[in-house]
């Protein structure tokens, strides 16, 4: 075999295209997931992002590019890769008066060799609701479901859109949970999500679609850096004249309103402002400092907000 240099890949695309008719729903994707990450896509309604995971899946015919998933390709190996692979289902595709654990049931004989369906149901907490109709489930505990459905074949590979669309905050912190542990226990995991604390919390890495094209990608922290890497302190003083503060190393602006002063600045602006605040003898007591967030990177690669 081989040797292997760096992390294995899961997936990899290049120039993903695909039309609805004249509808152009992905121009040209490209990425890679390595082995177990959580790998999300994030971007605008509409921007491309179910299209592409369901052309990765073999759900939908992609028009051109080069797809390689778990070494398969989706258009013609469609069949073994569903056997590798895992697949949140829409609501719609479970029949209301299936029981909870009819359909585990029956998802996992579709795969033989995965897990026991049995301790699938548990681990997702869905033993007390085994005996329950799927229509009865609440919103919340229909999603958890159709998550623990995705992954009942035990996939090396699991693709979730938009999974906690419809959960009350503490659920979607519990299914955060959840897909933590299934990337613990070696699950690659692709993420379709437009929230962006979820991206945050969850995802080593993101790619933003914006017009069916990825316009950024990288961790978070990457993001930020890039997209979003302005701080801003704010402080009040009573000094007369504050334009040393200028000349710090890494301030941008500066802008006073009154005593109220607001400095944007990249790099550790806030410990550079203070320092050079207490060498012209103030300590402001009151001084803070907003550093970018991913909204602000993902407002900034998508063009709907102005960058800091
Ligand atoms: N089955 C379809 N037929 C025609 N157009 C579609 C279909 N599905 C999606 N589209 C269009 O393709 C574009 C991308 O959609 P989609 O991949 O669902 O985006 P996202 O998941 O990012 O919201 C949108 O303009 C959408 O209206
Ligand atoms: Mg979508």
Known sequence: MATRVGPRVALDVRHLRKCYGSVVAVEDVSFGVRQGEIFGILGPNGSGKTTTVECLQG??????????????????????????????????????????????HFFSSLAPGGPDWRDVMERWDLGGLRNRAFSTLSGGQQQRLLVALAVVNGPELVFLDEMTTGLDPSSRRVVWQLVRDLRDQGTTVVMVT??????????????????????????????????????????????????????????ATVEQDGTRVIVRGTGPVLARVAAALVAHGDAPIDLEIRRGSLEDAFLAITGDGSAT
């Open 59 to 104: 759900l939908r015919r992609a028009d051109a590019g080069e797809i390689d998933v778990l070494g398969l390709d989706p258009r013609t190996e469609a069949g073994r890769l569903r056997q590798r692979i895992g697949a949140q289902l829409q609501e719609s595709a479970l029949p209301d008066r299936i029981k909870v654990w009819e359909a585990l």
């Open 194 to 251: 437009h929230f962006m604390d979820e991206a945050e919390h969850l995802c080593d890495r993101i790619a933003v679609i914006h017009g069916g094209r990825v316009a950024a990608l990288g961790t978070t922290a990457e993001l930020i850096a890039e997209f979003a890497g302005r701080s801003e302190v704010t402080f009040s003083t009573d000094l007369a004249d504050i334009d040393f503060v200028r000349h710090v190393d890494g301030v």
